[in-house]
């Protein structure tokens, strides 16, 4: 026979899926022996058969009933006796907390004649009638649905008539008056009178949790969290007791820590003379628990105790609620509290210290966001802001600055000193030079794959992309908001590149003590967030098996990873090499009108590629470097056809516009790129695989230990790696012979292209290694256009809930993830040597991190600034493994 009520007696903290949280820890402190107002739980169990059937299940209103025949005996009273009436509250309490989901209702029982028994009990007229309002508010607005606003209209209206402020100078008299109007608005309002039998009320209050698990706010909240629909809730149902009885009662707060900041020493709100949520309501000003020590010292020390031990059993930090019943103690809840991200560094820390938990327990309690969170600049918590609009959050932190409305103009100012947001509808590697001095990029188009967010998080540049409600006027130099404000260039506007947000003027903005400690810089003395980080990074790497590598594409971001942790390269996309003046290069060796034109056009890129590759190779000297081969479309290295009319040679013009009528495509992402270049322009992988290994001479000539990788992008057939192999492995041994020294080297291939993960058997054999390219593979998989989807039509797919996260953010593991596994499988299968890693976006990215532990991928690789995140997140997939 199904049980589908337990009492607090009954249960403990391992029971949180079936007697939800409140339940579970309310039996768990009922077992430790604390003064916990007796109860019972109604499972989530029953919940779902409500839900399921759409009514109560056989039995439950029986074992209900004896549950509370049971609590009527041990209190010694009857649940809304006329004479001295029990009264209970009812809770919800799934086992994850949920907000949306039904509040509590205090006071059931109460009704026109038990009213006036509570009032003789407790010899307190007052009292009574102010709980009995408190019941009626609750009821209508939790059970029947009623709209706040009718009651509490009401309260200020009568507060307002007899000139007082706050609810505890009405009296007995006004609150009698305040309980016929309560009734007048929910028989009005609803069609029914309050219910006056106090089981009726207690069956609808339970009736109202379980439906509550359906409100709209609660199913958006399980989707956002990941959280299953068919959990169900549970229903606390508990004896009163009364902190609104006058001022030796009260309600509090408290955290064993603080949430806030970590610092050690509990930390809460009192309020005398008070029940429920009015403590957290703002109805009047709280005081500390250090005035708690003058007002009930007894109450006060009795509860530092019990809080010094529930953080010992619960071995972490725990928030509770607590009420004051003249002069009595009791605890109404706790749980393991929530917690900021520097909070939550801090306590694991100190948990460690006071030997409650090691250092692995530890790495469990932080989360590679919460890392994330610290690592990027913030805006002062305690500064007002006004948000005019809201993009895509593309790359982390807090930047403000004038803005400015292209890449020249922000490099002459920021070479002044000032700081500035460059804007742009989007951005193209002609933005680069303004990108890399700007606090922070802003564009009204695209999303996280954007260039624009691709390079402002290698950058570790504040980004939101995609701001769509902006009308952007670059030759104007003027932005439009969605209400017709105009802010123009030089005015100050600020950008949160972790929510998206975009605010008016000038929000302040405080630096991370975290980034530059990691960096390599100096902590400030004594400063336990720093050293709390320091301490378990260096620990996930004694814990990690996934090593971990930057995406960098110039020696100063491989210095820069290096010291976040780096432990090679992954991907050195070389196409950023060619930009700025030297696109010129690319132009010429694409008009070049003969072999010897093509051969100078070669030679000139040979040499800067040459320096570009032994600047990076002696930055990660030791350590691996995966040099990609050149990869996007032709066609963006050519001038627009607008700029063109600038050119003085009316030859080299006419050749150049041919040029752009050739290369120009309809789907370019899936056009001329990648390996297909190869095969294309004649000579350009060859001077590519050279300049690597001439770097690679001239850095063991001066006794370095270059390890380079060259990699293939964009393959789909074995062919295609294969031609290309053989044409690297040719020029490695002219090398080796001109200048009589070997470079040791690896060559390998993307996997991004779905035909290559399924036929990855057959690409293995001429590959040392893959390296997986999941935004392409994503964008492959799915048909979504990496660059438009963000902005277009996803934000839909996210509201509606079609997709709980873009697929761009973390790997789409029944899809995508799927061609991964096949493609590591398949590979394997043939190549038992072959080393595996991914450099999509997806690399630092936690849940995705999680996923290629799982399966066994040698490395990730992922933008300097999020190295640390993937360090961490790495050793959190060991320790979480199931
Ligand atoms: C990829 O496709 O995942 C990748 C890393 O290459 P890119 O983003 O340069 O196309
Ligand atoms: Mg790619």
Redesign the pocket.
Known sequence: MTRYVHDFADGDMTQRDRLGGKGANLAEMTKLGLPVPPGFTITTDACVAYLDRGHEPDGLAEEVGDHLSSLEAAMGRRLGDPRDPLLVSVRSGASQSMPGMMETVLNVGLNDRSVAGLARASGDERFAADSYRRLLHMFGTTVLGLVDSAFVEALDGLKHERGVTEDIQLDAADLRQLIDTYQRIISAKSGRDFPQDPREQLALSLRAVFDSWNTERAILYRRQEGIPDDLGTAVTVQAMVFGNRGPSSGSGVAFTRDPATGRRGAYGDYLQNAQGEDVVAGIRNTVSLADLAHIDPASHDELMGIMERLEKHYRDLCDIEFTIDDGKLWMLQTRVGKRTAEAAFRIADQMVDEGVIDLDEALRRVTGSQLAQLMFPQFDASSPRQRIARGVGASPGAASGEVVFDSATATKLAAEGRAVILVRRETTPDDLPGMSVARGVLTSRGGK?SHAA?VARGMGRVCVCGADELDIDITGRRMTLPDGTIVREHEPLSIDGTTGEVFSGHVPVTDSVVMRALGGGRAESGDELVGAVRRLTAHADAVRRLSVRA?ADTAEDATNARRLGAEGIG?C?T?HMFLGPRRRLIEDLIVAEDADGQRAALDALLSLQREDFTAILAAMDGLPVTI?LI??PLHEFLPEADDLAEEPDPRRKQRLSAALDRLREQNPMLGLRGVRLGFTIPGLVRMQARAVFEAGVERLRAGGDPRPEIMV??VSTAAELRVIREEIETVAEDVASEHGIAVGYRIGT?I?VPRAALTAEDIARFADFF?????????LTWGFS?DDVEASFLPTYLDRGILPISPFETIDVEGVGALVRAGLERGRSANAALHLG?????GGDPASVRFFDEIGLDYVSCSPYRIPVARLEAARAVLMDP
Do not use: A, K, W, Y
């Open positions: 794959t691709v995406n991907l996309r196409e990609r990869d996007p992008p964009l993307m991004e390296s997986f390219g999941t935004n392409d593979l994503t964008q990496r991914v450099c999509g976006e997806h």
